[in-house]
């Protein structure tokens, strides 16, 4: 491993296996630069939990990746939705502005999520994209709000996040517990839990964890009252995620939002479809059984029709499973047919 400044930034390049490396690039980075471009290419395994611990290691500094094509960095990079340069130069080429998502990163993320073949799956890619986006957030966690008010996570980047958010519904109190209840405000945030009076039991439990700031915000559709939530970021840093961009972070609630809310109108309307195709086959199967009982016994509809609904009261049986038995086994059961009752009189 060798390191190098170069206005305000820091290159580490790292080679071999990354393993134990995380103190000598710590040391390297003493000076807290600005940006620290990790040049990867000569790396010999590399895993998300290497990325995640360089992450970390960064901090307070802002983490960027290079990799050349044929790097065994670059497929989990890729994998993980990190934005990164072939090399360290053209990685410190890039101005503070550039550093920011871009459209065709966004872009990308969008196709992801119309391909998704589940809300999950559009849930779990909204916290690896904010995980990526916002490099100060260690965990990121997506909480849904049933409609009988029961909370969940549907979705985190480590099993630490749907513990934090777990103690947060055990408790009633937190920043995404309070996210998403109605009339909750766009942000709830501290910068230092330690120091935070806004959750009196939830803040010291997890200061006393190592988490030291947090940021929420709220996942609703004003049009979809069955469902409210919260996307929640988490760091160890205190005042971690401060400077964390607050665009970007409602763009990918958003998405979060309208994927769930979408779901929700898919499912609704498939399920309406299939109650609709169900009684129109039972219409179709009770006037199946009326026309073979008016065959036989010489009645009109509502005869026929009374006659089944009266023989359904007093068999037990639905009437319509009555009605579709009649009409699969009719010349099986001319027998039942003609005993039974007389029809109401007219």
């Known amino acids: 491993m060798e390191g190098g400044t170069v206005d305000c930034s820091a290159v580490v390049r790292l080679s071999g296996d990354p393993t134990g490396l995380r103190g000598e690039v710590g040391k390297a980075l003493a000076a807290e630069p600005r940006t620290v471009v990790f040049e990867l290419s000569e790396l010999t395994s590399f895993s998300r939990e290497d990325l995640a611990a360089l992450r970390e290691t960064a901090q307070p500094s802002e983490a960027v990746f290079a990799c050349q094509e044929g790097g065994v960095a670059r497929q989990v990079l890729e994998e993980e939705g990190v934005l990164f340069s072939d090399s360290a130069s053209e990685a410190l ?67 630490a996040a749907a513990d934090l958010d777990l103690l947060q519904y055990k408790l009633e109190e937190g920043p995404c517990h309070d996210a998403a209840v109605p009339d909750r405000p766009e942000f709830l945030e501290a910068a230092e839990l330690r120091r935070d009076a806004q959750w009196p039991r939830w803040s010291p ?3 006393e964890l190592g988490w030291r700031a947090v940021l929420a915000t709220a996942l609703a559709d004003d049009a979809v009252a069955r469902f409210s939530g919260a996307l929640n970021l988490y760091s160890r840093t205190p005042g971690g995620l401060t400077d964390a961009d607050r665009d970007v972070v409602l763009l990918l609630a958003s998405h979060a939002t309208l994927a769930v809310a979408e779901t929700d109108a ?45 023989t359904s009261q007093q068999l037990n049986v639905k009437l319509v499973h009555l009605a579709g038995t009649l009409a699969a086994r009719h010349e099986e059961l001319d027998g039942p047919i003609a005993e039974m009752g007389e029809p109401d009189p007219v």
């Not at 196709?111 to 690896?128: K, N, Y």
């Not at 129109?280 to 010489?298: F, H, N, T």
């Open 93 to 159: 080429a890039y101005d503070d502005k550039s550093l920011r998502p871009s459209g065709e990163r966004f872009r990308t993320l969008t196709e992801m999520l119309l391909a998704a073949r589940s809300v999950g799956d559009v849930l779990q890619l909204i916290v690896d994209a904010t995980a990526s986006l916002v490099p100060a957030a260690d965990l990121v966690s997506i909480t849904l709000r049933a409609p009988d008010g029961n909370f969940h996570t549907a979705a985190y980047t480590d099993p």
């Open 266 to 310: 898919v499912t609704r309307n498939e399920l309406n479809q299939a109650q609709l195709r169900r009684a129109l086959d039972s219409r179709d199967v009770i006037g199946q059984a009326k026309g073979i009982i008016m065959a036989r016994r010489g009645l009109d509809a509502q005869q026929a029709f009374d006659l089944l609904r009266r």
């Open 205 to 207: 439990a997890v200061a």
